[in-house]
Each structure stands twice: as structure tokens, then as C-alpha cells.
């Protein structure tokens, strides 16, 4: 499977202030990205995913976006808060009606969020 | 609903031993999937099944065999366990054939090989 490396591994960030998560990818197919989030002890639930047709999506405080040029998926947590302290995962696939299996998962991102 | 549930939760084993590690859902998922997680890895696909009766290899299969004889159940066995596969395995199940990808995982079971 193609690689997707995701950056930072940990991030920092202060309540209120916006976090920011990148996924750059090799394979120029993929335009499928679910993002999941992760918190201690729990496993992955789906937070949001971009598809193809689109280059921008928001939901609530989360937004990613699609930059296929780049080669590059972004989450952007606006208004941080401690509640989102979490491991967040991207991931990506080449087509949004493929299954699972074909879904390249990123090495994770460790958020905390201090008061 | 209880979703996707996993068991048992922890294990130790010694090298060598064997052990196999249940996954149930509820939501009659035809896709089921084991991953498993290890630190700066992300998750890394194991083996999965695309229903009943039938398995497929994963990114990294080896060392792990399946079984789904049920469609509501996926079982990830380990014949010989190594210090290697110390790891947080999960198990997901997805609808089939949907186009979200959604993937909806168990809490994890964490096994230690010593």
C-alpha cells in the first residue's frame, strides 16, 4: 500500500487556539480521506472525511481539506479545547466507494490541549 | 447496540503459546477487519473478511490466521506467539460496499508476548 505520512506526531496546543494536523500522500489516485479519532484506551471512531468532489469540508470546529496538487489532506481544529485531546489518524484510499481494506492509514498525531 | 465488542481486553502469553482473540458486531456488517497498533506504526491492516466464510490477507498477515464462520463473528488466532506481536489489536467492521469507508472499531485488545 501507498504510504501517508502524517505530520506532527505530537502537537501542543492551547486552549482556544487552532490545531493543525497534515497528511501528505505519494499515490496521485487517492482522493478519499476519513480522519479518525482516538482517545486513551478506546479505539478509532470516524470524526470526519473528505471525498472527492469536494476540496473542503467543515464540520462544527473540524475542517479538512484537500489539496490533491499538493498531494496533501489538513485538519484544522479551530478553538481547541481540552476535550480534544486525542490521537488523530488520516487516512486515504483511491476510491471513496472502495472498501476499507483499501484504506492507507497515517501514523497518528497525539494532540493535547492545555488550559 | 453494543457496536463491536472485543475479547479479552488484556492478555499475556509466553513465547510460543497460542491464543485467539474474539470480535463480535452487531450491526450485520458484511466487512470485518483486524488491525493491529503499535507506537508511530498507526494502524496496520491484519487481516479481513468481506463476509461469511471467506478471509483475506492484510498488510502484515504473517504470524496470524482468521476465521469467520459467522457473519457477526471474526476471530484473529495466533498459533505460536512471538515478542513481536506484542501490540493493541482492534477490530472493526464496516458496511459493504458503502461509499463512507466508515469503519467502526472495537475498544482494543492489548496483548503482551514476553
Known amino acids: 500500500q501507498q504510504q501517508v505520512k502524517q505530520s506532527p506526531q505530537s502537537l501542543i496546543v492551547q486552549k482556544g487556539g487552532i490545531s493543525i494536523i497534515n497528511c501528505a500522500y505519494e499515490?496521485?489516485?487517492?482522493?478519499?480521506s476519513p480522519w479518525y479519532q482516538q482517545f486513551p484506551g478506546k479505539g478509532p471512531a470516524l470524526l470526519i472525511a473528505i471525498r472527492p468532489d469536494v476540496s473542503e469540508k467543515k464540520e462544527g470546529r473540524f475542517t479538512i481539506s484537500f489539496n490533491k496538487s499538493a498531494k496533501q489532506f489538513s485538519l484544522h481544529i479551530m478553538d481547541s479545547q481540552p476535550g480534544d485531546s486525542a490521537t488523530y489518524f488520516c487516512a486515504a484510499s483511491i476510491s471513496w466507494t472502495g472498501t476499507a481494506s483499501k484504506l492507507t492509514f497515517g501514523t497518528g498525531t497525539r494532540l493535547q490541549v492545555t488550559l | 447496540n453494543a457496536g463491536v465488542t472485543q475479547t479479552p481486553k488484556f492478555r499475556v502469553l509466553k513465547t510460543g503459546q497460542s491464543m485467539t482473540l474474539l470480535c463480535a458486531q452487531d450491526?450485520?456488517?458484511?466487512?470485518m477487519y483486524w488491525y493491529r497498533q503499535d507506537p508511530g506504526m498507526g494502524l496496520r491492516l491484519i487481516h479481513y473478511s468481506v463476509g461469511e466464510g471467506t478471509t483475506a490477507k492484510g498488510e502484515v498477515p504473517d504470524g496470524y490466521n482468521v476465521s469467520r464462520l459467522k457473519k457477526q463473528n471474526f476471530l484473529l488466532g495466533l498459533e505460536s506467539a512471538a515478542p513481536s506481536q506484542t501490540s493493541v489489536y482492534f477490530c472493526?467492521?464496516?458496511?459493504?460496499?458503502?461509499?463512507?469507508?466508515?469503519?467502526?472499531f472495537g475498544e482494543g485488545s492489548r496483548l503482551t508476548v514476553l
Open positions: 472493526a467492521s464496516s458496511y459493504f460496499e458503502r461509499g463512507s469507508g466508515e469503519l467502526f
Open positions: 499515490n496521485t489516485a487517492f482522493d478519499y
Open positions: 450491526m450485520n456488517h458484511e466487512y
